[in-house]
């Protein structure tokens, strides 16, 4: 089924895994993120694509064995700008071949090899993906985007950034997901500014439960997300024990998402970064709370 079909009728739950790391290629360990996760009933999960890494590939695998072995949705997360038309044809088709009816369509970040050439590239942004695909494939796919609460770290400023997202949604991504933010009022102020442009489409908030200091730190820089002060507070008190570092992450983004559904939020995307015990945790202490989001 297309996620634009499920979020007609109801708010979203869901979750983001990544293919397994390492030196054999071997990714067996998802199969039992993907059990527990499935004990929760989410609307849809997500699989991430390591563009030009090691793991491309696994994702059409992993996305496949979500759809026709767990029969819970499964979406195909594909970057462009590494690619060709003809190479992104192929994976469409494979993840055609596989039933896989959802696709989230991204630019991906610039490679880092000094090679690289933009002159050389056969996509530039998200958007050219959107239309290449609803071109080659026409109704087969239900395209997303990617959208930042905190601006991408290329854009020029807040409006330019929400200009290229009208864009991209207009070549067909039919609801969005966000970056991580770890303050909701970034949140608040993307969808308020987006509604006023005319993105009518859902914006699923993307939230991260922290798990140690290390990452956190790593990831915020890396997707140029802030660290509240409340937030950075009880990391400098907390950063050189692991458990209470978890028991903050998990209720941080347990209290980030009551806030979010207690204002209609359009859905809830968890990167469990494959730790299922914590998107159980965050499930265990709200049950009553993620039913508001129409949620069995
Ligand atoms: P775009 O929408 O193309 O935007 C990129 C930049 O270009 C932005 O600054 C935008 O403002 C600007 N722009 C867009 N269109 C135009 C235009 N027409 N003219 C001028 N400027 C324009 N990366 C991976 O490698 N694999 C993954 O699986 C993955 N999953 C992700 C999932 C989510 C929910 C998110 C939020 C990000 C994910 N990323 C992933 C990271 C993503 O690839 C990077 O953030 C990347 O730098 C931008 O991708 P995009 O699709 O948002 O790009």
């Given at each position: 089924m297309k996620i634009s079909e499920i979020l007609k009728h109801k708010s979203t739950i869901s979750f983001e895994v990544f293919p397994p790391k390492n030196k054999d290629g071997d990714i067996s360990s998802i199969y039992y993120t993907i059990d527990e996760l499935s004990k929760l009933n989410p609307d849809f999960i997500s699989v991430t694509y390591g563009a030009g890494?090691?793991?491309?590939?696994?994702t059409v695998e992993i996305a496949s064995t979500i759809k026709n072995k767990y029969q819970i949705e499964s979406v195909a997360h594909l970057t462009c700008i590494s690619s060709t038309k003809q190479e992104i044809l192929e994976t469409c088709q494979q993840l055609k071949d596989n039933h896989i009816e959802n696709i989230l369509a991204l630019r991906g970040d610039y490679p880092?090899?000094?090679?690289?050439?933009?002159?050389?590239?056969?996509?530039?942004?998200?958007k050219e993906l959107n239309e290449f695909i609803t071109q080659k494939f026409p109704n087969n796919f239900c395209l997303s985007g990617a959208c930042y609460p905190e601006v991408?770290?290329?854009?020029?400023?807040f409006e330019d950034d929400l200009k290229s997202l009208k864009a991209k949604v207009d070549a067909g991504a039919e609801y969005l997901i966000t970056q991580?933010?770890?303050?909701?009022n970034y949140y608040y102020r993307l969808v308020k500014e987006a509604r006023k442009i005319g993105i009518g489409v859902p914006i699923i908030a993307g939230i991260m439960p922290i798990t140690n200091s290390k990452s956190l730190l790593r990831t915020a820089k890396m997707c140029g997300t802030s660290i509240p002060y409340e937030l950075s507070t009880m990391i400098e008190n907390y950063y050189h024990y692991p458990d209470a570092m978890k028991e903050i992450g998990i209720n941080y983004a347990t209290h980030q998402i009551i806030d979010l559904i207690t204002n209609g939020v359009d859905g809830i995307h968890i990167y469990t970064m494959n730790k299922p015990e914590i998107a159980q945790r965050i499930f265990d202490s709200i049950p009553t709370v993620l039913k508001e989001l129409n949620h069995d």
């Open positions: 890494g090691s793991t491309k590939g696994k880092k090899d000094p090679l690289f050439n933009k002159e050389d590239l056969e996509f530039h942004y998200a991408h770290q290329e854009a020029a400023c991580i933010f770890f303050d909701n």
